[in-house]
């Protein structure tokens, strides 16, 4: 079956640090990955998707993500985190039936 | 900013009463899907359609059931609520098919209450 696994549940960081999220699937076909934000009181918005070319994905708000075929990975980065980015995060692969699969998101909080 | 719409934010209902999420896109967009989330979880599809008149179950056993009579409406119904049916409920939509076109957007969500 298809799935994801995000490694963390909760990271706190002070701003200005630097963040990696984790995020590991299963799926054997062509992958199509996503990564989904979702600050409080909004709704999931995409932050980046991948679907071929380079794999270092650029998304928007410094976000930038690189898909490791060989690892099975599509972590989630970024240089220098704000207290804004204080949100809940969520990986998430195209299924075959064209719907998400996603992980069990990471809630990041971020210490002014 | 995403054209998709849920009504209402919150619910609080009691057992038994029949209710109705409903979810509307602009976008024209042909799939659309419900999803279940609960704290700390993944969200799981519940139901998606693929267009009008199409409507399957998702990973997730759910005792609602959807409609898709319009393209932009995709209600989702609980006949007789339970308290385990206590949930936070998300729609979404995409395009169809069509490399870089499959990227979902989503409502704010539904929060249901069962007391």
């Known amino acids: 079956a298809q799935s994801v696994s995000q490694h963390n549940h909760h990271v706190i960081l002070s701003e200005a640090a630097s963040l990696e999220l984790g995020c590991n699937y299963s799926?054997?076909?062509?992958?199509?990955l996503f990564w989904y934000v979702q600050y409080p009181g909004q709704h999931l918005q995409l932050l980046l998707k991948?679907?071929?070319?380079?794999?270092l994905v650029k998304g928007i708000k410094g976000f930038e993500a690189e898909f490791i075929k060989s690892k099975f990975s599509f972590n989630l980065r970024k240089p220098s985190v704000q207290w804004s980015d204080t949100a809940e995060y969520f990986c998430a692969v195209l299924g075959s039936q064209g719907n998400l699969i996603f992980g069990k998101g990471t809630k990041l909080s971020v210490k002014p | 900013e995403a054209d998709i719409y849920q009504t209402p934010r919150y619910l609080v209902i009691g057992t038994g009463k029949k209710i109705t999420l409903e979810c509307s896109q602009t976008?024209?967009?042909?799939?659309m899907y419900w999803y279940q989330q609960d704290p700390g979880m993944e969200l799981h599809l519940i139901h998606y359609?693929?267009?009008?008149?199409?409507?399957e179950k998702g990973d997730l056993s759910s005792e609602s059931t959807v409609s898709r009579i319009r393209t932009e409406h995709f209600p989702l119904t609980l006949e007789s609520a339970r308290p385990s049916h206590t949930s936070q409920y998300l729609c979404?939509?995409?395009?169809?098919?069509?490399?870089?076109?499959?990227?979902?957007?989503f409502g704010q969500g539904t929060r249901l209450t069962v007391v």
């Open positions: 976008m024209g967009h042909d799939k």
């Open positions: 991948y679907f071929s070319g380079d794999p």
């Open positions: 979404a939509s995409s395009e169809s098919g069509g490399r870089g076109r499959t990227e979902a957007f």
């Open positions: 359609s693929y267009g009008v008149n199409s409507t």
């Open positions: 799926y054997g076909g062509t992958v199509n």
